[in-house]
């Protein structure tokens, strides 16, 4: 009896610090949350394009802003692509706009770009993109990163990872 009751105590102290531990791996990192600042700097920012223009964040407000960080060497980033792609022209007489944000440098995206044109405008971010993604809540620094902003500019959802079409389904119902 006294030997149940001790391995009874056992595998409950295991499962209570199983449990302690699950939650200190999935506790909200305070570094992971938006900097407002950061957000409303991102509107005040332009980027050199691919074809040599420039392209400025301010020229896509009054819609909601899909926001994507990538780089061409990031298998799901490039896997990603045709997706937003096909989000954008589906969805620009709606008013939706879609940015790629390029972490890479040019002559990688220029000539990612001549084999896989995108409908959707890109800048060239540079690393000056890892900081402004940081800024944005992507703390881990991951790629691709995704931010969704609504009408009125406001930062509304995250995601670091590939997008799925859920993702995109459940974020359009949000703005």
């Known amino acids: 009896m006294k030997r ?3 391995i009874a105590g056992g595998a409950a102290a295991v ?5 302690g531990l699950a939650w200190w791996r999935q506790r909200p990192d305070p570094s992971d949350q938006p900097d407002l600042g950061a957000s409303a700097e991102f509107w005040l920012q332009s980027w050199d394009t691919p074809d040599g223009r420039t392209l400025a964040a301010s020229g896509l407000r009054g819609g909601p802003l899909l926001l994507n960080f990538w780089a061409t060497w990031c298998p799901p980033c490039v896997e990603e692509l045709p997706l937003l792609d096909e989000f954008f022209r589906a969805r620009r007489e709606q008013g939706w706009q879609v940015l790629g944000l390029a972490i890479d ?6 000539a990612f770009m001549v084999k896989r044109p995108l409908s959707f405008p890109v800048g060239l ?3 000056g ?4 993604a940081r800024g944005l809540g992507n703390a881990k620094g991951g790629l691709p990163f995704s931010v969704l902003f ?4 406001g930062l509304v959802e ?3 990872g590939r997008l799925l079409p859920q993702d ?3 974020w359009q119902g949000k703005v």
């Not at 609504?150 to 500019?153: A, C, H, I, T, V």
Request: no cysteine.
């Open 150 to 153: 609504d009408r009125e500019g």
């Open 4 to 6: 149940r009751a001790l």
């Open 125 to 127: 971010a540079g690393l």
């Open 129 to 132: 993109g890892t900081e402004l």
């Open 15 to 19: 499962a209570l610090a199983g449990a």
């Open 158 to 160: 995250r995601k670091l």
């Open 168 to 170: 995109l389904q459940r």
């Open 105 to 110: 440098q040019p002559s990688a995206v220029r």
